[in-house]
């Protein structure tokens, strides 16, 4: 299955690494490892994760207060959103 990235999600994610990159280089990449680990479990199993009210796919970071929107079809999936748990539930949503 092929996995993209909407364009505007790749700019979410560039803006939350820089931010914890400013706290420190370790939190930064530990931010990577959990993004990392997010995106393989999307593609390997993302029927496994659930419906958000959006009616996309939400998988949660474990230790980072972030989650990604995506939707999934028979040949692909792709990320719309990576947003923060306390951001604006419609931030995003537009995006296709």
Excluded: C
Aim: charged fraction near 35%; glycine fraction near 4%.
């Amino acid at each position: 299955m092929n996995l993209h990235f909407h364009p505007e999600a790749k700019d979410d994610v560039r803006t939350i690494a820089e931010k914890y990159g400013e706290v420190s280089e370790r939190v930064h990449e530990r931010f990577w490892t959990e993004l990392e680990s997010a995106i393989q479990r999307i593609g390997e199993f993302p029927e496994r994760h659930h419906l958000d009210a959006s009616g996309y796919r939400r998988a949660n970071l474990e230790k980072f207060p972030y989650h990604l929107l995506f939707e999934t079809s028979d040949t692909e999936t792709r990320i719309l959103v990576v947003r923060h748990n306390r951001r604006d539930p419609s931030f995003g949503l537009e995006r296709r």
